[in-house]
Every structure is written in structure tokens, then in C-alpha cells.
T-cell receptor, first 111, second 114 residues
Framework: QKEVEQNSGPLSVPEGAIASLNCTYS??????FFWYRQYSGKSPELIMF????GDKEDGRFTAQLNKASQYVSLLIRDSQPSDSATYLC???????????FGAGTILRVKS | NAGVTQTPKFQVLKTGQSMTLQCAQD?????MYWYRQDPGMGLRLIYY???????DKGEVPNGYNVSRLNKREFSLRLESAAPSQTSVYFC?????????????FGNGTRLTVT
């Protein structure tokens, strides 16, 4: 089992819809969860991060954690074509001594 | 505010050649990192420096060396390039030591080894 797994996609949603991206992780002790967006040919940029104490909403983005099932989700409301990118999930492991990235999910928002 | 600056942006090497990738950050961050990104494999940590004066191996350190020149600068050296090192390399920094602090990435270096 990979330490951090994401569906590679592409996930296609119509403009204005909710995009739901998921990430599963293997370490039950993980405490920090990060979502990065990466446009083609560009560097990753941080969208949101949450710690194990709760979910977080920031504008159109919501990050939710399900510790029992060991997955973290990123919801994008009112999806826009400019949201089309690869979304990378990153999770800390081994008591914060290691950060593991998933391979990313490609999101395509169709206008 | 430049953030994290990497040079060069593109590089083509022949097998066996050496080169150094440069990285500098102006955010007064303590920790700096070098990652490589390959299709379908996500970002993998090569080396990191938790603070000025320290460096440690990451997941894929073989074939690389690093130098934390000062708090701002962290360089990555390929002593004898191999085709398996063809990749996109990202430098990153974070304010805090440890992996519970967000990373700020540079624009990347696309390296091809022929």
C-alpha cells in the first residue's frame, strides 16, 4: 500500500459544480495534511492545510479530515475553469519526521 | 518579494557531467528542501536542511550532494549525471523545522540527462 494515495483522474466537472478530491494515507499517527495546486509546468502552491483537530473552510475551498477512515478531502465549490490543475495531497508521517506527497489528481473544469 | 528563487530553469547534461542547482529564499525560513518530481510518482525528497549548518538525506539521496551555504541558500549538486536523474527539481522552504509547516516552492529546474 502506498503511503499517500490519490486517484490520478482526470476528474471532470462542469463549471459551477462541486469538485471533490480525495486522498488516503497509511499512518494513523499523521497530524498535518496539506493540499497543493500545481498548474501544468509550474510549481506547487499551497491551497490549504489542516491539522488533526478539525476541518477548515477558506472561500470556495473546504478541507475535511476523516481520521477513522484515514482520508482527507478537498471540496471546491463553484468550480471555475481556472481551477483546472493537478491537486497534490501531502501528509506528515512518522511523528512529523517525514512528509509524503501523493502523485496528484488532475482536475478539469469544463465551461 | 521573490520568495524561493531557483536557477537555472532548464538544463541539458550529458551522462557523466556535473552541475549545481542553486536555490535562495528571502523569507527568513529555517528549513530548506530539494525535491524531484517524476510523472506518476509525486514529489520525492532528495535532501533537506532543517536549519543553517545541518543537512540530512531524504528518500532518494543517491547521486546527489547538498550544501547549506547560509540561511538563505541551499544548493544541490550532481557529481556525475545519469539519465535516471532526468526530472524536474524543486527547491522549497518552510518557516519551521519539521513537517507540520507549509512548504513554499521555487519555480523548478527541468533537467534532462542524455
Amino acid at each position: 500500500q502506498k503511503e499517500v494515495e490519490q486517484n490520478s483522474g482526470p476528474l471532470s466537472v462542469p463549471e459551477g459544480a462541486i469538485a471533490s478530491l480525495n486522498c488516503t494515507y497509511s499512518d494513523r499517527g499523521s497530524q498535518s495534511f496539506f493540499w497543493y495546486r500545481q498548474y501544468s509546468g509550474k510549481s506547487p502552491e499551497l491551497i490549504m492545510f489542516i491539522y488533526s483537530n478539525g476541518d477548515k473552510e477558506d472561500g470556495r475551498f473546504t478541507a475535511q479530515l476523516n481520521k477513522a477512515s484515514q482520508y482527507v478531502s478537498l471540496l471546491i465549490r463553484d468550480s471555475q475553469p481556472s481551477d483546472s490543475a493537478t491537486y497534490l495531497c501531502a501528509v506528515d508521517m512518522e511523528y512529523g519526521n517525514k512528509l509524503v506527497f501523493g502523485a496528484g489528481t488532475i482536475l478539469r473544469v469544463k465551461s | 518579494n521573490a520568495g524561493v528563487t531557483q536557477t537555472p530553469k532548464f538544463q541539458v547534461l550529458k551522462t557523466g557531467q556535473s552541475m549545481t542547482l542553486q536555490c535562495a529564499q528571502d523569507m527568513n525560513h529555517n528549513s530548506m528542501y530539494w525535491y524531484r518530481q517524476d510523472p506518476g510518482m509525486g514529489l520525492r525528497l532528495i535532501y533537506y536542511s532543517a536549519s543553517e549548518g545541518t543537512t540530512d538525506k531524504g528518500e532518494v539521496p543517491n547521486g546527489y550532494n547538498v550544501s547549506r551555504l547560509n540561511k538563505r541558500e541551499f544548493s544541490l549538486r550532481l557529481e556525475s549525471a545519469a539519465p535516471s536523474q532526468t526530472s524536474v527539481y524543486f527547491c522549497a522552504s518552510s518557516a519551521l523545522t519539521g513537517y507540520n509547516s507549509p512548504l513554499h516552492f521555487g519555480n523548478g529546474t527541468r533537467l534532462t540527462v542524455t
